[in-house]
């Protein structure tokens, strides 16, 4: 088994509850290996928007049959007003990033798993996150679509969602988070039960249930804003 950006946060999260479950061998992978600090893992450099770097990590292990994609990055940029340079670095990490891993590692991904680690922001955009909506709502597409195209090789592609986990990534969020265990049991429980989505916690479900709506019942500051113009 390998995990993404492995070095903190669920992704840690997702060693440690693997190997819990007695996976004989796991590769924490991340940009710094030397910050993986969970004992009984076999640590491999890898920066997911380098193609010369995903090759190397999967000549490194030929074995793995089961890939988590959990690196990525949260910058706070918006469409209209970030930076687009910023705005790209969301896109390369979690749609160009992933892919990257996806079309190295699946040639030996046969009868295995693939699990990518979405979000309910895929589904729902938030003022202050609009480049993190567009680049997971890309990933949830791409997640779509190569289980179309690796079925034929019987791989199994999992997507899951969540809302707010309580990580460092998201330590400035007040809300209402769901502990790091929670959301990774999910997970691997989905891959046992070879599910396609794995819904977390009642944030992602919340989304997922909103998709159906008309945008001025979600959006519905925006909705004023447009109907106090026309007034």
Do not use: C
Not at 46 to 58: E, F, N, R, W, Y
Not at 107 to 119: C, E, M, R, T
Not at 142 to 148: E, I, K, Q
Not at 191 to 213: G, M, N, T, Y
């Amino acid at each position: 088994m390998l995990v993404t950006g492995a070095n903190r946060g669920l992704g840690r999260q997702f060693v440690l509850s693997l190997l819990d479950r007695g996976a004989g061998r796991v590769y924490a992978t991340a940009r710094r290996p030397e910050l993986i600090d969970v004992p009984g893992v076999i640590p491999l450099r890898l920066d997911i928007t380098d193609p010369a770097s995903v090759a190397a990590a999967a000549a490194a292990a030929p074995d793995v049959k089961i890939v988590i994609n959990n690196a990525g990055i949260s910058t706070g940029a918006n469409l209209v007003t970030g930076d687009l340079d910023t705005i790209r670095r969301e896109m390369d990490t979690h749609f160009y990033g992933t892919l990257n891993v996806i079309r190295t590692f699946a040639p030996q991904l046969a009868d295995g798993a693939i699990l990518n680690v979405l979000s309910a922001i895929s589904w729902l955009a938030y003022d202050g996150a609009g480049a993190y909506h567009a680049a997971k709502a890309a990933e949830w597409a791409l997640t779509n679509n190569v289980r179309l195209e690796l079925a034929k090789q019987r791989t199994l592609v999992t997507g899951l969602h969540l809302g707010a986990a309580d990580t460092d990534m998201m330590a400035w969020y007040d809300g209402d988070k769901t502990a790091p265990e929670v959301i990774v049991a999910a997970a691997l429980d989905g891959i046992e039960a070879h599910r396609s989505e794995v819904l977390a916690d009642d944030a992602s479900r919340q989304a997922k249930a909103w998709l159906s709506e008309d945008p001025s019942f979600i959006y519905r500051e925006a909705a004023a804003a447009l109907t106090a113009l026309t007034s």
